[in-house]
């Protein structure tokens, strides 16, 4: 079945640091890939997606490509900020022969951004 | 605003209790989901309904009950439930087609 694997956190950064958070997935078919974020005490939000093979999604200063031959979709910012602190879910949607989209999520990466 | 409301927010229920989580979403959706978070696990997919028909049912326990009046709305009926089924419940939506999942805020469940 469906598999995302996401790098075991937490990620402790400096504001202004680069992050990258790695993502990789098993999926049959073409599945589309989300990144969401989870601020303390609430729901998931999508901050970007991809829905093809080298799709590049942005959001917010975030951006991750998606790689077809790596099967990759890693999550990258250039400079961090404090607000950013939050979990991270990479996922993978696998519409297939199925009427809705059923999403398969990595177990999450812990971000904390120290001033 | 995420289009996907959720309540109550927070709930705290004995274990004798019976109690109802409530998700509304009004973006034309045509599948929703209930997923379980506890804490240091991944999230788990519990429910999936499509067109108010109950597709996927992730090998659940009884205790929990969901029911879909409608494809805005989406409960999750609680009974007997054991302090370990502590933990935020979330409700998604997505449109029939697409895979693109909008979440709730979430019930911070606690059972004592």
């Known amino acids: 079945g469906d598999s995302v694997t996401q790098m075991e956190g937490p990620v402790t950064l400096s504001e202004e640091a680069f992050l990258t958070i790695n993502c990789t997935y098993t999926?049959?078919?073409?599945?589309?890939l989300f990144w969401y974020v989870q601020y303390p005490g609430e729901g998931l939000q999508l901050l970007l997606k991809a829905t093809k093979a080298d799709d590049k999604g942005s959001n917010k200063g975030f951006e991750a490509t998606y790689r077809k031959e790596t099967t990759s979709f890693h999550l990258e910012k250039g400079s961090v900020q404090v607000s950013d602190s939050a979990v991270y879910f990479c996922?993978?949607?696998?519409?297939?022969?199925?009427?809705?989209?059923?999403?398969?999520f990595g177990q999450g990466t812990i971000l904390t951004v120290h001033p | 605003e995420t289009g996907v409301t959720q309540t109550p927010r927070h709930l705290v229920m004995g274990m004798t209790n019976k109690k109802s989580l409530k998700c509304e979403q009004h973006l034309g959706h045509n599948a929703m989901y209930w997923y379980k978070q506890s804490a240091k696990k991944p999230l788990e997919l519990m429910f999936v309904?499509?067109?108010?028909?109950?597709?996927e049912n992730n090998s659940v326990p009884s205790r929990f009950s969901p029911e879909c009046p409608n494809s805005s709305h989406l409960f999750l009926h609680l009974h007997t439930l054991q302090p370990e089924d502590s933990a935020l419940y979330l409700c998604?939506?997505?449109?029939?087609?697409?895979?693109?999942?909008?979440f709730g805020q979430g019930t911070r469940l606690t059972v004592v």
């Open positions: 996922a993978l949607g696998n519409a297939g022969g199925t009427s809705y989209g059923k999403l398969t």
């Open positions: 309904y499509s067109l108010e028909e109950r597709v």
């Open positions: 998604a939506s997505s449109r029939r087609q697409g895979t693109e999942a909008f």
């Open positions: 999926a049959t078919g073409y599945p589309s």
